[in-house]
């Protein structure tokens, strides 16, 4: 049975994903300095003006209007930036949840993998993030005359059962400088974006700057909020997204930590060889540290029953938060490094929900057994 998948990505200097940024890099100046920070920053951008918004509990010293400037340099951004803040510390009833090792809030995550060489992801998806983080290379080493910061990208693919068969239509909307016409960028985007990425670009419709032009970009053209793309944070629609988004949120915030746990056992069941795909999904009470329900789909693909399986799952990993922190290191990580081209499949970034190999080893020596 065929069926059509659509996966989307944005680009560094989407207004949106500018904000994750900045969000994420207060996030990992505050870890830097004091491992139990607890954070939740949002921030929101429009021209040239930021607004940081939110709570920190820590006893880091950061400058947070010097690290949105900094994060909005790096991606491309150059102008005078305006930076407000309205910050207070975590509300005293969350942080009592906290404390005794509960869940930072209620809510419901989910993980999701499936077999191949891609990452374990959805095909189209990764293609998508592949083709901006190409192009972002290019306009930064090559193509700054040309390129702009603010793009997205989308790809539609056809498959037959679980089997990709053919990539159907690629979308390329990339900002462009001033005076720049799309005859000037689309051999740029063919032949050292596409054809690097696929080597056979036959039948595949390819849209680039579909309007006919894309100059005024960024903030200018968009507000930007942080949390607004977590569907191309996580599976691109493929599979199932939680409740809440992940940046700016320190790793008491079960809406980044289980996620990421989630991933980690679905891709261990994968790369064990136990199931084709497998989606796992879990939620919490606030203030509990036990999960009120944890579930596994396996879509009919798993060497057992789904039943058994999550008899497995929970004898071999771990949900409660203070576990999955201490776990996946979780207190360490890079999350500015995350907040573009996806938080799953990043296993250019060796992140530890990405790295299930010994894991993998575990169940499949046990079941051998």
């Not at 904000?19 to 300095?33: E, G, M, P, T, V």
């Not at 509300?91 to 419901?108: E, H, N, T, Y």
């Not at 990993?317 to 890079?334: A, G, M, T």
Request: proline residues 3%; glycine residues 8%; negative net charge.
């Amino acid at each position: 049975m065929e069926k059509i998948v659509t996966c989307e990505s944005a680009f560094r200097g989407h207004p949106d994903k500018v904000c994750d940024q900045i969000s994420d890099a207060i996030l990992d100046a505050c870890l830097r300095q004091d491992k139990n920070s607890r954070v939740a920053v949002e921030c929101a951008i429009k021209n040239n003006e930021v607004w940081l918004f939110g709570e920190i509990t820590t006893n880091a010293v950061i400058n947070c209007s010097l690290i949105a400037k900094r994060v909005l340099k790096d991606i491309g951004y150059t102008d005078s930036f305006i930076v407000r803040e309205t910050i207070s510390t975590q509300s005293s009833d969350i942080a009592l949840g906290v404390d005794k090792a509960g869940a930072g809030d209620q809510g419901m995550m989910y993980g999701y993998a499936e077999e191949n060489k891609y990452c374990s992801m959805p095909i189209p998806l990764m293609l998508a993030h592949d083709i901006g983080k190409r192009i972002e290379v290019l306009r930064k080493t090559k193509y700054a005359h040309l390129f702009g910061p603010d793009g997205k990208c989308q790809v539609t693919a056809t498959y037959d059962f679980d089997k990709l068969i053919k990539i159907n239509t690629i979308i390329v909307s990339a900002q462009t400088i001033e005076g720049v016409s799309i005859e000037d960028i689309k051999p740029i985007i063919i032949y050292e974006v596409l054809e690097t990425l696929l080597n056979d670009l036959v039948g595949i419709e390819i849209l680039i700057n579909p309007t006919g032009a894309f100059v005024k970009g960024g903030p200018y053209a968009d507000a930007g909020l942080t949390g607004r793309k977590i569907i191309v944070d996580t599976y691109g629609g493929v599979a199932h997204h939680g409740g809440g988004a992940f940046s700016g949120k320190d790793p008491s915030k079960v809406d980044r930590s289980a996620a990421y746990y989630c991933r980690y056992v679905a891709k261990s069941i994968v790369t064990a060889g136990l199931a084709k795909k497998c989606e796992i999904g879990v939620s919490y009470s606030i203030g509990v540290a036990e999960p009120t329900s944890i579930s596994v789909d396996t879509f009919g693909t798993a060497k057992m029953s789904d039943e058994k399986l999550k008899d497995i799952i929970l004898k071999h990993f771990d949900f409660r938060p203070q576990s999955i922190i201490k776990e996946l290191h979780l207190r360490d990580v890079n999350y500015e490094a995350l907040a573009s081209y996806g938080q799953i499949g990043r296993e250019e970034l060796k992140v530890p929900w990405e790295c299930v190999d010994e894991k993998a080893k575990e169940i499949s020596a046990v079941q051998k057994a």
